[in-house]
């Protein structure tokens, strides 16, 4: 079950729409003897500062906040559809209150140093972060966007730097 293949991130036949949007991933920070994860469908995968980068929104309420804040890298898991439930669970439920490894199943794999991800998925980037910034609603320019604020819980933009790429 463990047998991931680094390969180059020009490699990724996955259109990233899909692959953030539809087929949501794992948002991973910590260390495997204290991580946390949560899923998520925003995001993004590109090039910024000469570097492949992948960005991330999270909330400063969500418990993988305080791990993000700790670690100097996440990883982002893709899993096939057979895992849908999994990931349905690990964004509606919360890590302070439940054990998600324990109730989704999922396997942790720590056998890099401070990275966390797990042997189910089927593509991992693991990046190192870079940059980080909080959402200003003074900045949106679309009135729309306040109504994903409504308990003004503005989300922290993470830009990593995709160090690795591991597929099956």
Same mark, same amino acid.
């Given at each position: 079950m463990n047998k991931f293949k680094a390969i180059p991130v020009t490699a990724i036949a996955d259109n990233p729409f899909k692959l953030i949007g539809t087929d949501w991933m794992l948002i991973t920070a910590g260390t495997p003897a204290a991580f946390n994860t949560m899923t998520a469908s925003w995001g993004g995968l590109g090039m910024l500062w000469d570097k492949q980068v992948a960005f991330i929104f999270v909330r400063p309420t969500r418990h993988t906040f305080g791990f993000l804040e700790k670690a100097p890298v996440f990883t982002l898991s893709f899993f096939t559809a057979d895992? $849908?439930? =999994?990931?349905?669970?690990? &964004?509606?439920? /919360?890590? $302070? /209150?439940?054990?998600? %490894?324990? =109730?989704?199943?999922?396997?942790?794999? &720590?056998? $890099?140093?401070? %990275?966390?991800?797990f042997a189910e998925a089927r593509l991992v980037l693991v990046c190192r972060k870079i940059y980080f910034q909080d959402l200003d609603p003074a900045r949106f320019l679309d009135p729309a966007i306040a109504e994903f604020y409504g308990a003004r819980d503005y989300h922290r933009l993470y830009i990593g730097e995709v160090t690795e790429c591991l597929s099956r």
């Open positions: 895992h $849908r439930a =999994k990931l349905e669970f690990c &964004g509606t439920h /919360s890590g $302070r /209150s439940v054990n998600k %490894v324990a =109730k989704t199943g999922l396997t942790p794999l &720590g056998d $890099r140093p401070g %990275v966390v991800y």
